[in-house]
């Protein structure tokens, strides 16, 4: 674990004490107490409130809410995996070292897969109903479990990967400070268009669904709502909100790790401007909730990389604000006719009536399956992976698979979450779902100590990896969430813009300074 000289220092050590003559006459002290960390007092007093409140008093206060649930295998398996997430979010928020990915994976599962399933199963209700027999609904969970272990032997794993004995020097991923502008001349190119295309910026500020009608009207996709106007949207959303984040990130790095980048007006300019862009595009009313979580998470992780608390809170808070406030965030997605007001008795009600149907969506991926679907064995995933392939072209492109599963349900709204667990199964199967998370764990973990070494060992401004590991740690809500083939466009177009500014070259007058 790395040592803060700072704080140490600070204390008091034995070197500084031998050093004052005066210190030294008084005579040695009584006791020798090694000088203790304010990130280790802070630990200390949270740990024990920390645990209790999400392990064990959440679930209870969930658990003994009066409702018709059904107290049966699929009940207990509930609570086993919501204490479990709580467990492993305690231990990510308390951990001495900042573990982004990680972090994010386990909000996701506590909230998404945990408290919010275990709502539903204590008040008899879901937000998308459940079409199969109660055995499918008790593997869902089981699976759902299965999946949390395994990723956490993956983690296990890359802890004790045998280290080699010889390594080649592996040359760093750093930022070009030419290709960086233009990066910024890019957003500023992409995001005006986007913003002529819908109208103009007032429609950025009225709802989502006038968002998607000004796409649908502005010719993009061919107004057809098939595949091709799929693709269309997405790119056409993607270029308009992701060069937009990602030059502002990388430019905050800049400021934040550099003084002279402070002392340059040219980007101090440029960053005020890409604020103003990102507030328009980026911002809560005209965007999902889980992008806008995205843009939060990875502003805050670049901007403060070296915060213990800052880190501490977002995972923290993020329970609270997902319990709280995030249901209530729906009220931008539609126009103030097709608003529908929530009406809430109690505190869990919209966790019942909101997008929290990860468990249920999964159970109804297995019964789909085992209805005569069976498994996709990769389709589904090279659909994803193809995403920017429209249907003219290929005429056998799978559906996503909330559509998939939504249209064999019946569902006339067929914009329904499709987790990873439910991606995987759909996929690969048990084996593969289960393999699918032990490498998704060895890699979150190796990602995540990797990310400590380029911001704390290795604070230089243009570090591609400081700014790539907090933009994964915010998209994980969407990946985790599904479908896939949805989230799939702005991860191609975010690759385009790393593509675009990352250099290997070491000569310093290119890089940031």
């Not at 059904?70 to 995996?81: G, I, P, S």
Request: charged letters at 15%.
């Amino acid at each position: 674990m790395a040592v803060d000289v700072r704080t140490a220092g600070a204390a008091g050590s034995p070197t500084d004490a031998a050093a004052d003559p005066t210190e030294a006459a008084a005579g040695p002290a009584p006791l020798d107490v090694p000088p203790v960390s304010p990130r280790a007092v802070l630990s200390r007093a949270l740990a024990v409130p920390l645990v209790l409140g999400l392990v064990f008093f959440l679930p209870v206060l969930v658990a003994v809410q009066p409702g018709p649930g059904v107290r049966d295998e699929a009940y207990w398996l509930q609570l086993v995996l919501t204490a479990y997430a709580g467990a492993r979010l305690a231990a990510m928020t308390l951990t001495a070292r900042r573990r982004l990915i990680q972090g994010s994976f386990w909000l996701f599962v506590y909230v998404a897969m945990g408290v919010a399933p275990l709502a539903q199963a204590v008040l008899g209700q879901t937000p998308t109903p459940v079409v199969g027999t109660r055995s499918d609904l008790v593997l869902a969970v089981s699976l759902a479990l299965c999946g949390c272990v395994a990723f956490d032997v993956g983690v296990l794993l890359a802890r004790h990967r045998p280290v080699l004995r010889t390594r080649r020097h592996r040359r760093t991923a750093s930022v070009s400070r030419r290709r960086l502008w233009l990066l910024v001349a890019l957003a500023y190119v992409a995001s005006a268009l986007f913003v002529v295309k819908l109208g103009g910026p007032a429609v950025f500020f009225s709802s989502r669904q006038e968002i998607s009608e000004g796409i649908q009207s502005s010719g993009v996709g061919g107004g057809g709502g098939g595949g091709e106007s799929q693709v269309g949207s997405a790119f056409l959303r993607g270029f308009g909100t992701v060069p937009a984040l990602l030059a502002f990130l990388f430019l905050t790095r800049w400021l934040v790790t550099s003084r002279h980048a402070r002392r340059r007006p040219s980007v101090l300019l440029a960053w005020a401007g890409l604020l103003g862009v990102n507030a328009l595009v980026n911002n809560p009313v005209s965007n999902p909730r889980y992008w806008f979580l995205t843009v939060l998470f990875s502003i805050l992780f670049t901007a403060f990389p070296r915060s213990p608390v800052m880190y501490r809170a977002a995972l923290a808070l993020g329970v609270v604000g997902a319990l709280l406030l995030f249901p209530f965030m729906d009220r931008f997605r539609y126009d103030e006719s097709g608003h529908r007001p929530v009406e809430s008795t109690s505190v869990f009600d919209p966790l019942v009536r909101k997008d929290y149907d990860q468990i249920g969506m999964l159970a109804n991926t297995i019964t789909f399956v085992g209805s005569g679907a069976g498994h996709a064995y990769g389709r589904q995933l090279t659909a994803s992976t193809l995403f920017f392939v429209p249907r003219s072209v290929w005429h056998g492109k799978p559906q996503d698979s909330g559509v998939r599963v939504g249209e064999w349900m019946g569902m006339s709204n067929t914009n329904l979450s499709s987790p990873l667990w439910a991606e995987l199964w759909l996929d690969f199967g048990p084996v593969g779902m289960t393999g699918a998370f032990l490498g998704l764990g060895y890699l979150s973990a190796r990602a995540d100590r990797r990310y400590t070494l380029r911001t704390v060992d290795d604070p230089r401004p243009g570090n591609v990896l400081a700014i790539v590991i907090p933009l994964i740690a915010g998209y994980a809500f969407i990946l985790l969430r599904g479908p896939l083939l949805q989230a799939s466009g702005r991860v191609g177009i975010a690759l385009l813009c790393l593509a675009l500014v990352t250099t290997f070259r070491s000569d310093p007058r290119r890089l940031l300074r």
